[in-house]
């Protein structure tokens, strides 16, 4: 199932402040996108895959927002472009994330998607789109499988 | 064509790393200082073990703060406040306790950060401390364990974008209604990835507070970090200004005339949907809030105190004050602002985050109508979707308290 949203979607409403407080990850789940959305956290399936406008992820530092998502099973973002820390986030711990810029994929399109090549296709409106290319760091920081395995195998930093 | 010159961002990051840099380069940087709150740093804390994290990088340099949910509202918040005291005891770092005050404020106020430094702060309105002449940017959880534990970061030398805002403001008229006016001019994602200057007569008159202000709000247009050209900036100590070079490269310049500018307000559910205030006074509200790290600081205090001296704030309307820090509350007591604010029915809270991210203290009711002096009023925000956020300079809160609605302070 492919969920669309629109532009700027703030962390506040893909996960309230109020829940941020937890070691507890999966509970995140229970609430994500809980005011944009109130149905998404009961509805979404293993595989899902989040759609949307510009500047996906505004807003506060909080890591717990790709958790969230992550936690409820959505295997990758598409969007626009995303903010800067959320995008940094969800590298780090492993969400997969595609920057393609303008598209108009719209709720419940089938779409294919490669990581790899950064290849996405809508099946539906038979339209492809490729996603800007990591910087270097970031593609060995998912290879490991984030930033904590990262860091675990290499002690520190390396530019490739 | 690069004409050769660099921006502050670009001259604090080759202090650091030791050789040219230009934007779009990947470098791994050395920082100054890393710090955490108590929203962040569980969750770092845990990836910092999970990275076999022995000790941190310098003991000096590495900060946890507990303002966002202080008091702790319930046990399992206490319980993570208890997770970060352990930590600091182990490694032998600074943890600014419950009531010290707001991350973004003890750093500065402590001198955790200075003019060129490059500090790293799990929260996104880290930038602040571009007030300082400094490179300032916030990152999540999984970032702050590596940098705590490595010392470095890896960035992108960002682009930089320049906004000159040439006249003298008018009284009565803050540095948070011209923040506001940027980004409303900006958006949300105006700056996303890249470093903004300001610079030009409207900030060179301006104090540490308010040019703390001013790069607060860089947060809420995207930029990576927002630096204040040092030009009058006065510090309690000597330090070596950084100003940009003349022929420096910028991806844009905005340039803005603020001599006319009346006081602005964001409308909810975004700050980047900012009005003059002519537009919106009368809006009926419920809920007056001032403090946080864009405007808890004692000029942010006085301002209000000044608007309500000897007044009443309107019967039904509730009024919050959450002071930045510990001295904060202390100066405001000691000038009497404090006696002012509470004699025109404010109430006091600890110093700290308090209701902004709605996570305990002053959580508004369905259908309310806040104005508060924050600088996010997202959905939700403070912690119930089914109200309202309107975004004000303090000295607007306080004539808004006082008459019940959005109202010019002018007109008080
Ligand atoms: S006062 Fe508000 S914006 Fe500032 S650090 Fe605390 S929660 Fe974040």
Redesign the interface.
């Known amino acids: 199932m492919v969920y669309v949203y629109g532009n700027n979607i703030d962390t506040d409403r893909i996960i309230p402040g109020k829940y941020t407080k937890t070691l507890d990850l999966s509970t995140l789940a229970d609430h994500v996108l809980e005011d944009l959305d109130p149905s998404f956290s009961k509805n979404v399936q293993v595989g899902d895959i989040i759609v949307a406008g510009e500047n996906f992820g505004c807003g506060s530092s909080r890591e717990q927002a790709p958790i969230a998502i992550k936690q409820s099973g959505v295997s990758v973002v598409i969007a626009e472009d995303f903010a800067r820390i959320f995008f940094r986030n969800a590298i780090n711990i492993g969400l997969p994330v595609l920057e393609i810029g303008k598209h108009d994929i719209q709720i419940g399109a089938e779409i294919k998607y490669d990581l790899k090549s950064g290849e996405v296709h809508d099946l539906t409106a038979n339209k492809k789109y490729t996603a800007v290319k990591l910087p270097q760091i970031m593609i060995d920081i998912l290879e490991e499988g984030g930033l904590v395995a990262y860091l675990k195998k290499n002690k520190t930093y390396n530019l490739s | 064509m690069s004409k050769g010159g660099k921006t502050i961002s670009e001259k604090i990051i080759e202090a650091h790393v030791g050789h040219p840099v230009k934007p779009g380069d990947?470098i791994?940087t050395p920082v100054d200082g890393v710090m955490a709150t108590?929203?962040?740093a569980?969750?770092a804390l845990?990836?910092f073990k999970?990275?076999?994290g022995k000790s941190v990088f310098d003991k000096d340099k590495v900060i946890l703060v507990l303002d966002?949910?202080v008091p702790p509202p319930n046990e399992?918040?206490a319980n993570?406040h208890r997770l970060m005291r352990i930590f600091a005891k182990e490694q032998e770092i600074k943890l600014f306790e419950i009531g010290e005050g707001i991350c973004h404020q003890v750093m500065v106020e402590h001198q955790y950060v200075k003019p060129g430094d490059i500090f790293i702060g799990?929260?996104?309105h880290?930038p602040t401390y571009g007030a300082l002449n400094a490179f300032a940017c916030?990152?999540?959880?999984?970032?702050l364990?590596?940098t705590m534990?490595?010392g470095?970061?890896?960035l992108?030398v960002p682009e930089s974008i320049k906004i000159v805002c040439n006249g003298k403001l008018q009284a009565g008229v803050s540095a948070k209604d011209l923040i506001l006016h940027l980004v409303g001019q900006l958006t949300?994602?105006g700056a996303?990835?890249q470093a903004i200057e300001f610079e030009g007569e409207a900030f060179e008159g301006m104090t540490l507070a308010s040019r703390m202000t001013i790069a607060n709000m860089v947060?809420e247009m995207?930029g990576?970090t927002g630096i204040v050209n040092p030009k009058g900036l006065e510090l309690d100590y000597d330090y070596e200004p950084i100003y940009p070079d003349k022929d420096a490269d910028y991806k844009k310049i905005f340039k803005f005339d603020v001599s006319n500018l009346e006081p602005q307000i964001a409308a909810p559910p975004?700050p980047d949907k900012v009005e003059n205030i002519s537009t919106t006074e009368g809006t009926k509200i419920d809920y007056a809030f001032i403090g946080t790290c864009c405007n808890g600081r004692l000029e942010d205090l006085q301002a209000a105190a000044e608007v309500l001296k000897g007044k009443r704030i309107k019967d039904g309307v509730r009024f919050m004050i959450a002071p930045a820090s510990k001295s904060t509350l202390l100066d405001a007591m000691n000038d009497g602002t404090l006696q002012t604010l509470i004699e025109a029915g404010a109430s006091i809270i600890t110093p700290g985050c308090g209701p902004c991210?709605?996570?305990?203290q002053g959580v508004p009711g369905d259908d309310e109508v806040v104005i508060s002096a924050a600088n996010?009023n997202?959905?939700?925000?403070m912690?119930n979707?089914n109200s309202n956020i309107y975004l004000a300079a303090p000295a607007t809160v306080a004539a808004s308290a006082l008459t019940g609605e959005i109202t010019n302070p002018k007109n008080v």
Do not use: C, E
């Open positions: 990947l791994i108590d929203t962040t569980p969750l845990k990836a999970a990275m076999n966002h949910a399992r918040i993570l799990a929260d996104s880290t916030g990152v999540g959880s999984t970032d364990a590596a534990m490595t470095k970061i890896w992108k949300i994602s996303t990835y947060a995207g990576k975004s991210v709605g996570t305990h996010r997202f959905r939700g925000r912690g979707p």
